[in-house]
């Protein structure tokens, strides 16, 4: 199922949070930093019909045009109609983590369909370092994402933003609560800080629970990043806050990028150290096995397809093996999903071609 | 623990039954036939003391180069004074089946130790195709082995072999009941017959019970060949005769070679064309999945080892893939186990050192 247009640009190649660069990208695969807010005079999202949303949208496209964030005749921004995208389109997105699941479901009031609900993202700079989801469960909802540890300035990036797009629309605010969210949790800045974590080590050393009671301590939550359970496919944690009431952005981004993230990522490294000097031989087993398995399986599921490359991501940073490099297995990480698949392939492929064919990339990619 | 002299001759090389070549080497292995024979003017084995022992295997050994059965100038003949082996050695020669754990042991009467206790085994004609144990259970085991199912062969070989003997050794004899044996179930033409061998497919499927129960049918007995356990490592089994009391030779080897085998080895093939043709896709992943982790895993226990070079076996015979070529596989059977390892290594190695030394042999010699 090869698309067309916009979608394919996209698809076509990785995104920047991917690159396996940054600061501590040997355990941090990325930084994300979302902003809620909601214009002012309009009902919430979850309170409006469809015409409603069809003029927020509306206002929305003209004012981030006005404002200067996009200029649609900008290579890298995609301004994508979310209630005109297939299935397939909508499940690629997905997967890239440009839309939410809320987003591509929509809003279905009685009498509504999904096909007529108004919504949208735009995806802007470099990399789709940026995007902007219009009538999720608020009216915007802005991301910036960067490879590596960089809250400050994927922060930075947020704000910029936001404060151009204020310079146009009135935001809802309150003197008193900050700015007005759909969901109470999001009162205040509106924010939510996240990394992407990879702790291998310190699954394979059952020690993780150590990083949960650290977050819990924290009111942090830590869950997988992909996949439908809350379970961490390939070792992948996402740390992030839980609220956002009475606390500054900066007290936040503190807490997390100056406390406990640098906690964590010693906690990883120590215990990588430990698989590297007192079970090395496991260790180089256990990586070379994964990689064994990646070059040599004719049919993979996503799951083991995410925890081979997991351990191979691993066994990289150990300096136990130099090929694939982490841009490659990053980028696999993305492309074992089934939307990518399917693109990659040009048709639609059933459960058992999707696993021959995830093992085939696998073989092609992983030499 | 690298040997010299005639152990190290023998552990340079692979047996010839495990050559790969015969008749239905894709299912069968070997065909092995046994000759129990006791000398007459002699107590059994087991009722004998050290001193009685010591003259069997002398008298045995003058006479065998008497009928012109050995010559002990020949390089492929050799002698070997088991009770002057080391643990290692004698360990490596069960590796080969040319000893059995009760020639190893010896025979322990109060007072009497293992290394006091007379006893041989004669290794004779290339590829160790002919073995002769002194002092065993009975005075002589006569064993020929071959690749393939070729059991006509290797009986005139051991008979003729037999009959030279008896020319020149009075067996123990029964007009009544035929060669006289330690163990009753041997009474009679003293013969065991069987065949090794390769049921992955039928294992796969499930199906094992089949040949289970055709065997019990037919008194036969299916054991594992190589480990501790009567488990199959590896799908290999053992098809033998349990009596041998009331039947001919010819009769026991027509209702082996002549009906139970070949209906075992359609079988097995029956199963192997299912895989290929209703689950080809399972198959080639479950075959490339084995030859990833061979090539690849650092450590390696022999029961693992047995079972993806089982696999890869299968994958072979059913053109999945080509290389490593039959006759390497059927050696590496053999080089996994520890002493066969320890001898390459030239040294004692540990548990963890085996498991490490047969990794790397794998990786070294599957390309």
Redesign the interface.
């Known amino acids: 199922m090869r698309r067309e247009g916009p979608i394919r640009e996209i698809l076509s190649s990785a995104p920047a949070w991917l690159s396996g660069g940054g600061q501590d990208a040997d355990v941090v695969l990325s930084s994300r930093v979302r902003l809620a807010r909601n214009i002012s005079g309009f009902n919430f999202v979850g309170k409006s019909d469809i015409s409603e949303r069809g003029a927020v949208m509306n206002l929305v496209r003209k004012n981030l045009a006005k404002a200067g964030v996009i200029a649609e005749d900008d290579k890298s921004t995609c301004w994508l109609d979310v209630s005109k995208l297939d299935e397939f389109s909508l499940e690629a997105l997905k997967e890239r983590q440009i839309i939410s699941r809320l987003l591509a479901k929509g809003h279905r009031a009685s009498g509504e369909k999904a096909e007529q609900d108004p919504r949208a993202v735009v995806v802007f700079r470099p990399g789709e370092r940026v995007s902007i989801m219009v009538n999720e469960e608020d009216h915007l909802r802005m991301h910036a994402v960067r490879p590596g540890l960089t809250l400050d300035e994927t922060l930075a990036e947020i704000s910029e933003i936001d404060d151009k797009v204020e310079n146009v629309l009135e935001y809802a605010f309150s003197p008193r609560f900050g700015y007005l969210t759909a969901c109470p949790t999001n009162v205040g800045t509106g924010i939510r800080v996240s990394v992407m974590l990879h702790l291998p080590a310190l699954r394979i050393l059952g020690e993780i629970e150590k990083v949960k009671r650290a977050a819990a301590d924290m009111s942090l939550a830590l869950r997988g990043f992909w996949g439908e359970g809350s379970d961490a496919d390939g070792d992948f944690y996402q740390l992030s806050n839980q609220t956002t009431l009475g606390k500054t952005e900066e007290l936040l981004l503190s807490e997390i990028q100056g406390s406990i993230v640098p906690r964590v990522i010693e906690f990883e490294r120590k215990a990588r150290e430990k698989l590297l000097n007192q079970r090395r031989?496991?260790t180089?087993?256990l990586v070379?096995?994964s990689?064994?398995?990646?070059?040599?399986?004719?049919?993979l599921s996503a799951a083991e397809a995410m925890s081979k490359l997991s351990e191979i991501r691993l066994g990289h940073s150990l300096g136990l093996l130099q090929s694939p490099d982490v841009s490659t297995i990053n980028r696999l990480l993305l492309l074992v999903h089934p939307a990518h698949l399917q693109h990659a392939a040009g048709r639609l492929l059933n459960q058992?071609e999707r696993k021959?064919a995830r093992?085939t990339l696998m073989r092609e990619t992983i030499c």
Chains 1, 2 share one sequence.
């Open positions: 031989e496991y180089e087993d070379y096995r990689l064994g398995i990646l070059t040599h399986a004719r049919r058992g021959a093992a």
